[in-house]
């Protein structure tokens, strides 16, 4: 129910909260200029270019620093309505701290809603485009064919590495396929110093295949592998891209394609649960500015505290990104890691103090 104390948290919020994103969004943007001056001005780009450059990572910036800037609003908000006794005012009349938290911490549950279909959408379109301006027009580089180097999947009893494979030309070379038999043992290796690949039809030229059991050397014009393997489904490593730059979607269906390959698949996976988890990070620094709150009433001590907690849990979030992505932890654990420390953290300090 949206009360009248409801309203009036929410206006507050949503007044403290601008302020503080539009300054954020200056900074960054003040900082990203002058980092990339002189490469801009270098490049010769017209000066719509690069506005329109600064213009697309807007989304982006705000998808990135929500969390943190939802946080001081909060905890701003917060501290005023203890410095004006606002907070007194409500004890009087029956009106404990968890109710206003409660209100705080639904509001940020819509809010992440919110910021994760803003960030699938608004924020990959931004940082695409603003991708494409950095690499085509400032640094002039020929990203329309970019290649693959180290590729190897498993389909069935077949493993199949290759040097460098093009993905959009269907296209690779220096291949090595290993056609195992049904005990995994190697039946037959073979290589080819080019290939052309399409869905179920691997074409290898001038293939050498050597058949361990029967001690055979086969040297031939071409060679037919039957693989349902879609060389085009590998496509998103080559772009070079970083697997956060694509939707939930796009990252689920190529999880899904590599899954069925065999390939290792834990940095995409990774990327696919932290994506919700970061923005769901929204949430725990409610409940983190609402924790710290019950401790500190001084507002300049509670905004530089905020401060540290935000480096803290950046901190922790990068680590279990990093420990998912190289397969030592399980990526949903590696993403979600922060969010269940400092939620825990969190909501134990709230009820503690409620109880006291």
């Known amino acids: ?17 601008l302020i503080i994103l539009f300054s954020g969004i ?51 908000q917060v501290a005023l309505m203890f410095q004006s006794n606002e907070m007194v005012a409500l004890e ?7 109710r206003p938290a409660g209100f705080f911490i639904v509001y ?15 924020g990959i379109k931004g940082y695409q485009e603003t991708k494409t301006i950095w690499d085509v027009d400032i640094r002039q580089r020929d990203v329309a064919d970019r290649g693959i180097e180290d590729l190897w999947f498993k389909e069935g009893q077949t493993i199949v590495f290759a040097e460098k494979a093009w993905p959009k030309r269907g296209e690779g070379r220096g291949i090595t396929v290993y056609q195992l038999d049904g005990s995994d043992r190697i039946r037959e290796v073979i290589q080819a ?14 293939p050498v295949i050597i058949r361990t059991h029967e001690f055979q050397k086969l040297e031939k014009d071409t060679h037919e592998l039957v693989l349902k393997t879609d060389l085009s489904s590998f496509s998103a490593m080559a772009s070079r891209l970083p697997y956060e730059s694509l939707s939930i979607f796009t990252l689920g269906g190529i999880i899904s394609d590599l899954r069925e390959s065999g390939s ?36 300049y001590a509670l905004v530089t505290l905020s401060l540290v907690i935000v480096f803290l849990y950046y901190t922790v979030y990068v680590f279990g990104v990093s420990y998912a992505e190289e397969g030592i932890i399980a990526p949903v654990l590696g ?22």
């Open 1 to 17: 129910m949206f009360t009248i104390l409801n309203r009036y948290l929410f206006k507050q919020n949503l007044f403290l909260m």
């Open 108 to 122: 940020s549950l819509l809010f992440f809603i919110a910021l994760l279909f803003f960030s699938e959408t608004m």
């Open 92 to 98: 009087t009349n029956s009106i404990s701290f968890v």
């Open 193 to 206: 110093g080019r290939f052309t690949a399409r869905p179920g039809e691997w074409i290898l030229e001038n």
């Open 264 to 299: 290792n698949v834990e940095r995409l996976a990774t990327a696919w649960h932290s994506k919700i988890a970061y923005a769901f990070a929204l949430v725990v620094m409610t409940i983190l500015a609402l924790a710290l709150a019950t401790l500190i009433r001084n507002i």
């Open 26 to 76: 200056a900074i960054y943007l003040i900082v990203d200029f002058l980092t990339r001056m002189n490469a801009i001005v270098d490049s010769g780009i017209p000066m719509g270019t690069a506005l329109m450059y600064f213009l697309y990572k807007i989304p982006l910036i705000i998808a990135q620093i929500m969390p943190a800037i939802f946080m001081l609003a909060v905890i701003v």
């Open 335 to 356: 993403a979600w890691l922060a969010n269940i420390v400092f939620g825990v953290l969190g909501l134990g300090q709230i009820l503690w103090s409620e109880r006291n």
